[in-house]
């Protein structure tokens, strides 16, 4: 059984940083796309940052040039370094991975939040 499993979540301050994590585990194939997503409160899940093949990458733009997506595929775990948070940046982040043959797989979620 495929899981997501993201890390590294938690309360940070205005302008702060945090770098979440999620590995993927039990799968037999590799994904093609990691990203993630994120569901503010109130608000219906949105786009932040994905990585194809481990090296093309795509941003939200309200997130470019403070948040950086990577990938360690050996491991097929993917991170996401987010620098200058603003309060605006709280939600909670999940995991996505695709694989074109098995389709998507999500992540259980893990809070952000941004506060001073």
């Known amino acids: 059984q495929v899981q997501l499993v993201e890390s590294g979540g938690g309360l940070v301050q205005p302008g702060g940083s945090l770098r979440l994590s999620c590995a993927a585990s039990?799968?037999?194939?590799?994904?093609?796309?990691m990203g993630w997503y994120r569901q503010p409160p109130g608000k219906q899940r949105e786009f932040v940052a994905i990585?194809?093949?481990?090296?093309?990458?795509s941003y939200a733009d309200s997130v470019k040039g403070r948040f950086t997506i990577s990938r360690d595929s050996t491991k097929d775990t993917v991170y996401l370094q987010m620098n200058s948070l603003r309060p605006e940046d709280a939600a909670v982040y999940f995991c996505y991975a695709l694989s074109i043959t098995f389709g998507a797989y999500w992540g259980q979620g893990t809070q952000v939040t941004v506060s001073s």
């Open positions: 039990g799968s037999t194939f590799r994904f093609n796309t």
């Open positions: 990585i194809r093949s481990g090296i093309s990458t």
